[in-house]
Nanobody, 121 residues
Framework: QVQLVESGGGLVQAGGSLRLSCAAS????????MAWYHQAPGKQRELVAV???????NYADSVKGRFTISRDNAKNTVYLQMNRLKPEDTAVYYC???????????????WGQGTQVTVSS
């Protein structure tokens, strides 16, 4: 069993930065990666960034070059550093635990409560 708690969301002007945190506790067999998703009103939840236990990362095209996913193993925490934010980034951001295999991410049904990110124009 794993519990995830996101924090760090808020209101920021376009071009600004924000860092999200996901504190994780517990673990189950099959989890070797963590990910960030976001979901805007009326849209599907979308994969934003993935980090594996080995430290490899992958990003959605929409955030490449602007967002960075990282981890602090000692604190059991995953971060999403968001720079040069755009109004299109406005969404609820969720942390997820899952598995990464051969370049694909497979989410398990373990989600945080979400944290709202609002980017004003």
């Amino acid at each position: 069993q794993v519990q995830l708690v996101e924090s760090g969301g808020g209101l920021v002007q376009a071009g600004g930065s924000l860092r999200l945190s996901c504190a994780a506790s517990g673990s189950i067999v099959g989890i070797n990666a963590m990910a960030w998703y976001h979901q805007a009103p009326g849209k599907q939840r979308e994969l934003v960034a993935v980090i594996t236990s080995g430290g490899s990362t992958n990003y959605a095209d929409s955030v490449k070059g602007r967002f960075t996913i990282s981890r602090d193993n000692a604190k059991n925490t995953v971060y999403l550093q968001m720079n040069r934010l755009k109004p299109e980034d406005t969404a609820v951001y969720y942390c997820n635990a899952g598995g990464s295999y051969r370049g694909s991410y497979f989410p398990l049904d373990y989600w945080g409560q979400g944290t709202q990110v609002t980017v004003s124009s």
